[in-house]
């Protein structure tokens, strides 16, 4: 692992810790404005905390990056990270590479969410689209959803008129910022809320037109320690979304204080880390990205940034969780352990890079495969919460970046700041080393 970066000795690297530091100021203001949302968010959640109780379904998508957050979304609902609570059904309409190509070289690519939703949802059921740049698709599907009688929630840039003037969206959720990259990190926070405190309506047994509700019995202390405030006894509708107003503004804050803290800390190996790739790309190598569960729609978005750039130049990046086919082959036939360093065997050469991103750094799929990239020569690069778990003790690590939370929440929002201002900064390195 890289140690920490001593004061710099050369222009290049006085440049980077500069960008370094401005990087993470740009997203302390944008974090503490993500407070304003709070009554946005406790109405999108009632409201969707009804639907699921009717029997409805969550349907994600987005284009882009706000393909890997539908994706993320989905994971979220279907898979909770808190033990105990009830699975939901969602599902990303990003997902299936063969309908969504097949309908855009048909139809047209604003029919590619239009056509799926026409066959897939059910006026019960709730449309979350995440709009990230210009293109008609995603706004198209909010509209169908609409028409079709969903509840429509819309997570949205600084720029929310597109969402707001045609009518066709419920809720409008927005980051108050233009930079493409922190309404995505204010995006991953607001899609985690949303899920934290559907929940917690579901646990007061909130079922259509009743105002009171007892918390539900059961295995809730996972949720009861996050929100003790919901459990003592009755209470009534406004009460209850005034908490969870509340609770909101204390998780935004949460968050931000959490990104500064990351910010202080790892500023100095992130330069360190970027100089390192920035080599590597000089020399022709390619970055090759995975991770499980919503950190392998993580290791998508750090794909889709390196090769599909909103600015600067495009570099050779590959996902290992995209072929669905690979890794369903080679978990079944060999095991899941091996699902990413066999890919690593087949696929990386030395000098590339290897970038693993875990929430409690434990993964044995993540292990095995930084072990394969260290034996063939790659830089190894890892991303971990709590204090690193097993990927702090690896020799074959080159760069380890921990978030010290044990909130898997907090640590993916956190993770999504990292990768980013590492993008930055490899990009700011190759321009000063030209």
């Known amino acids: 692992m890289a140690p920490l970066m001593s004061a710099p000795v050369t222009p290049r690297e006085a440049n980077l810790a500069r960008l370094a530091v401005a990087a993470f100021e740009r997203r302390h203001l944008a974090g503490i404005a993500l407070a304003e949302q709070a009554d946005a968010v406790a109405g999108a959640c009632h409201d969707m905390a009804r639907r699921f109780q009717r029997g409805g379904k969550l349907i994600a998508f987005g284009s882009g990056q706000g393909s890997t ?120 926070t607001l899609y985690h809320l949303l899920w934290e405190l559907v929940h917690v309506f579901l646990e007061r047994e909130l079922s259509p037109g009743a105002e009171h509700g007892e918390a539900r019995g059961g295995n809730g202390g996972a949720l009861r320690s996050l929100y003790p405030f919901l459990y003592p006894g009755p209470s009534d509708l406004d009460s209850m979304l005034e908490q969870v107003r509340h609770s909101t503004e204390d998780k935004a804050r949460d968050i931000t204080a959490l990104r500064d803290l990351v910010g202080r800390e790892l500023r100095g190996p992130l330069v360190d880390c970027a100089q390192a790739m920035a080599r590597s790309f000089q020399a022709g190598g390619k970055l090759l990205a995975f991770g499980n569960g919503g950190s392998s729609s993580d290791a998508q978005a750090v794909t889709q940034l390196f090769l599909h750039p909103p600015a600067g130049r495009p570099l050779a990046a590959l996902s290992l969780t995209n072929d669905t086919g690979v890794i369903t082959a080679l978990s079944n036939d060999v095991g899941f352990d091996v699902a990413f360093s066999r890919q690593l065997a087949v696929f990386g050469q030395a000098g590339d890079i290897a970038l693993g991103l875990s929430t409690s750094g434990n993964s044995a799929n993540l292990l095995s495969a930084f072990d394969q990239a260290s034996r063939q020569g790659l830089l190894g690069i890892g991303f971990a919460g709590y204090d690193g778990g097993r990927m702090a003790e690896m020799r074959s690590l080159d760069h380890l970046f921990v978030v010290p939370s044990s909130s898997v ?26």
């Open 69 to 188: 957050d539908a994706q993320h979304i989905a994971v979220e609902f279907v898979h909770p990270v808190i033990v105990g609570k009830r699975a939901l059904p969602a599902t990303s309409l990003t997902a299936d590479v063969a309908t969504v190509s097949g309908v855009a070289a048909r139809e047209g690519w604003e029919e590619v969410f239009v056509h799926q939703l026409r066959y897939l949802a059910r006026p019960e059921d709730i449309a979350i689209a995440i709009l990230d740049g210009p293109g008609r698709s995603v706004l198209a599907g909010l509209e169908v959803a609409k028409t079709m009688g969903l509840l429509t929630i819309a997570l949205a840039g600084r720029d929310r008129s597109p969402a707001e003037t045609n009518g066709a969206v419920d809720h409008v959720l927005s980051a108050r910022t233009e930079d493409r990259e922190i309404v995505k990190e204010m995006h991953v």
């Open 409 to 434: 929440h907090r640590i993916q929002e956190a993770q999504t700041t990292l990768y980013h201002v590492l993008w930055e900064l490899t990009q700011a390195a190759l321009d000063g080393a030209e």
